[in-house]
């Protein structure tokens, strides 16, 4: 049986089945993987582990034992929270008050985007290395296909693999956890099932038995509501879905039926698809206390409408349509939007359609949370490119806040604030 040790990357062969704890022959590490398919899958996803909580700590070693939580304020919820935050019952979208009952003595620390993207950067760079095949889900997870690979590297996909993840250890101070399949859907599971710093095989040859006594909600897509909807039907396992016909699945479940048939027997077609086009640029915030407070709100609009026009500059992107969302006192979702002539990137723009939006429903008010977006996005070369005959001062406007990026872009960010960015 082919296996690699994760450590000092040495290829060996191991007893077929492996006895007991696989040591490695070169170091004698137990960070070892080996399979039967080691050396034929090619599909792979890394996902980091706690990324933002472990960029937190690589930069600030007094955090190391700590339990940490990134996220807002008390009103707020979890962005993600560190392994030792995790065994007290800490996870992602929690209520931060929720958290912060399950562990006091947490960290709380507020995103820090930029050290993020900076991390997720480098982390995309060393994957580029590897191949151009890569989808990335989000800054800390990515689909890769190293079909091929093999020739051009004069490794097999695995060993790239376990190379990548090392070198993130020792070059950028952080892990990440590795599933390696024959499809995407298989991939994503595997990279689950031994975090953190795990890597994990899921081969052709194993499919059928390895799902067949998992849960359905393993599959990804299925949250709470669907997999209720399916024990409702008696659906459990992956076995239990096997005993329907894929008609009686469409029939119950819709399209959805047709994709959970194969997905039941471990069949997924959908390919990498590297650089797949965003669908929308937005930012909220959470308030510590409920509020409907104009003038705070207003101030909250316009800082939001930067930060979402300083995303879709930098990709060079511009919206179609201005997206405004306000969650109220109990929780009730509003979400207004409105049409462009033309697509834009400007804040001036994106703020004053949002706020035109919010007067619309300001008295609905006190309001826990805010945010600002735009969607059906298009390339920046479209952005802004009619005048507004109803608003002689809107060119004024932009010419004002293009000088303003570039004074930023030299200064810094805070070399020029609005006034309203002030209340």
């Known amino acids: 049986m082919d296996a690699l040790c994760r450590d000092c990357l040495t290829e060996f062969t191991a007893p077929d089945p492996a006895r007991g704890l696989l040591r490695c022959p070169a170091c004698a590490s137990p960070r070892t993987i080996a399979h039967k398919e080691l050396r034929t899958l090619s599909i792979a996803h890394m996902d980091c582990d706690?990324?933002?909580?472990?960029?937190?700590?690589?930069?600030?070693?007094?955090?190391?034992?700590?339990?940490?939580?990134?996220?807002?304020?008390?009103?707020?919820?979890?962005?993600?929270?560190?392994?030792v935050a995790r065994i007290r019952g800490v996870r992602s979208a929690m209520p931060m008050f929720q958290a912060l009952k399950l562990c006091p003595n947490a960290v709380v620390i507020r995103p820090r985007m930029a050290a993020y993207v900076e991390a997720s950067r480098a982390i995309r760079a060393m994957m580029e290395e590897m191949t151009p095949a890569i989808e990335p889900l989000s800054l800390d997870e990515a689909f890769l296909d190293l079909t091929g690979t093999a020739r051009l590297h004069g490794k097999v996909p695995a060993f790239q693999l376990a190379r990548l993840v090392r070198r993130m250890r020792d070059e950028l101070g952080l892990t990440g956890s590795i599933g390696l399949s024959h499809n995407k859907f298989l991939a994503k599971i595997a990279s689950d099932l031994d975090k953190p710093h795990g890597f994990s095989v899921i081969g052709k040859a194993e499919t059928m038995d390895f799902l067949a006594e998992k849960p359905v909600r393993m599959i990804w897509g299925v949250g709470a509501a669907g997999a209720q909807s399916l024990e409702r039907a008696g659906i459990y396992t992956f076995s239990d879905l096997r005993r329907w016909e894929e008609r009686d699945l469409m029939k119950r479940f819709g399209s959805m039926g047709q994709r959970l048939w194969h997905l039941a027997r471990g069949e997924d077609n959908r390919r990498v698809t590297p650089h797949a086009p965003m669908k929308s640029i937005s930012n909220e915030t959470t308030f510590s206390e409920d509020t409907a407070d104009r003038d705070l709100l207003d101030g909250h609009l316009w800082r939001l409408s930067e930060k979402v026009a300083d995303r879709?500059?930098?990709?060079d992107l511009a919206?179609?349509?201005?997206?405004?969302?306000l969650k109220q006192a109990d929780f009730a979702l509003l979400t207004r939007r409105h049409a462009l002539r033309d697509p834009t990137q400007l804040a001036d723009r994106i703020y004053r359609e949002a706020r035109t939006l919010f007067d619309t429903c300001a008295d609905k008010g006190p309001f826990r949370l805010i945010?600002?977006?735009?969607?059906?996005?298009?390339?920046?070369?479209?952005?802004?490119?009619?005048?507004?005959l109803l608003d002689p001062e809107a060119a004024r406007r932009s010419k004002a806040e293009r000088a303003t990026d570039a004074i930023r872009a030299r200064f810094g960010p805070e070399a020029i604030l609005k006034g309203r960015a002030l209340r």
């Open 371 to 388: 945010g600002v977006g735009i969607t059906e996005l298009t390339g920046g070369a479209m952005a802004d490119r009619s005048g507004d």
């Open 319 to 325: 919206g179609r349509v201005v997206v405004l969302k």
């Open 50 to 83: 706690a990324f933002y909580a472990s960029v937190e700590k690589r930069d600030n070693p007094e955090l190391a034992a700590k339990p940490v939580i990134i996220g807002g304020g008390k009103r707020g919820v979890v962005s993600t929270a560190c392994y």
């Open 312 to 315: 879709a500059k930098a990709k």
